[in-house]
């Protein structure tokens, strides 16, 4: 089974609009944390914002906020007032096990995100 | 500023030259090194992780004696792609992370990319 899964391949809003990118997650180990990161066509990949599976509130990082919906094993992100520069493919990713670990990311397959002028 | 510094960020090379991809990480010690592949429109796929002075790890279906990776030291990592073919055109990232114990993870991040290495084999 997928350990991450983004179901939009492609979403588009317009300029100062909110937008939500879904994704889900799949784990039996309740010690995890969850990612987004964005990668713009040059192919970097910029870390977004962290949620860990025992954080009580949502993370939130400027116009960046993490929807964590432990029991739906969801972690939306939400982007407030769109710009044109966070056009990009954003993908959810997720470490299982403790921050201590050396445990690599699994990644979902992204979402396209297009802002309208 | 960048925490990891991946090199070269392109290379265009013919087919059946070897290709030495490197990871540094600027200020930290990388206990622990990810090489990642992504294909066009794909998602990152795990190739290998490599641990200071230990072999690789690599992921099922990743030829170990076609993707060579060395972690000689707490803050290089190379990916070295031998005999290259069209088909290992691609994309090519790395991360580090380092291990509590270690030393802070800068900006409390427990990876950190390079820009990423776009390979071309003609």
């Known amino acids: 089974a997928q350990k991450i899964t983004q179901t939009q391949p492609g979403m588009f809003v317009q300029e100062k609009e909110a937008v939500t990118l879904d994704c889900t997650y799949d784990?039996?180990?309740?010690?995890?944390?969850l990612f987004w990161y964005k990668q713009p066509s040059s192919g970097e990949m910029i870390f977004l914002i962290y949620q860990g599976s025992y954080d009580q509130q949502n993370a939130t990082e400027g116009r960046y906020s993490l929807n964590f919906q432990k029991a739906r094993k969801s972690a939306n992100l939400v982007i407030s007032a769109s710009q044109l520069g966070d056009s990009a493919m954003y993908f959810c990713?997720?470490?299982?096990?403790?921050?201590?670990?050396?445990?690599?990311?699994?990644f979902g397959t992204g979402t396209r995100l297009t802002v309208i002028p | 500023g960048a925490v990891v510094s991946q090199h070269p960020s392109r290379v265009i090379c013919k087919s059946g030259t070897s290709v030495k991809i490197e990871c540094r990480s600027l200020?930290?010690?990388?206990?622990?090194m990810f090489w990642y592949r992504q294909f066009p429109k794909k998602s990152l796929m795990l190739m290998a992780t490599?641990?200071?002075?230990?072999?690789?790890?690599?992921e099922q279906g990743v030829e170990k004696d076609k993707f060579l990776i060395n972690h000689a030291s707490l803050t290089l990592s190379t990916l070295t792609v031998t005999s290259a073919h069209p088909e290992d055109s691609s994309f090519y990232i790395c991360?580090?992370?380092?291990?509590?114990?270690?030393?802070?993870?800068?900006?409390?991040?427990?990876?950190?990319f390079g820009d990423g290495t776009r390979l071309s084999i003609l």
């Open positions: 490599s641990n200071e002075g230990s072999k690789a790890t690599y």
């Open positions: 200020d930290f010690q990388a206990t622990t």
């Open positions: 784990t039996s180990d309740p010690s995890y944390g």
């Open positions: 990713a997720m470490r299982e096990g403790p921050q201590t670990g050396a445990n690599n990311l699994f």
């Open positions: 991360s580090a992370r380092t291990n509590p114990g270690q030393g802070a993870s800068p900006r409390n991040q427990p990876q950190h």
